[in-house]
């Protein structure tokens, strides 16, 4: 959760988001593919934003292109990954 938490923190810096929609997929049968393993989903949010349907819908709404976005947050994320599970 630690390392949620601080990704959230970098998504709020570096996008300004204002919220986020959260979700968590563990073992195979959550969603998360394989049993015994967990993984997050958060979505930046913005007031006045179209909702998060489309985030999972097919409808993609894309301010920016996913190569902008990897090269605006890479660095931040590199500087967390050692983080240690609580």
Partial sequence: MRFANESMKILKNKMNAEGFNFGA?????????????LHYHIVPRW??????MP???????????????WVSLKSEF?????????
């Fill in 55 to 69: 985030v999972v819908g097919t409808t993609k709404v894309m301010v920016e292109g996913l190569n902008e976005t």
């Fill in 25 to 37: 997929n563990l073992g195979k049968a959550g969603g998360a593919g394989i049993e015994d393993h």
């Fill in 47 to 52: 007031t006045g934003d179209t909702n998060f």
């Fill in 78 to 86: 590199d500087a967390i990954k050692d983080i240690k599970h609580a």
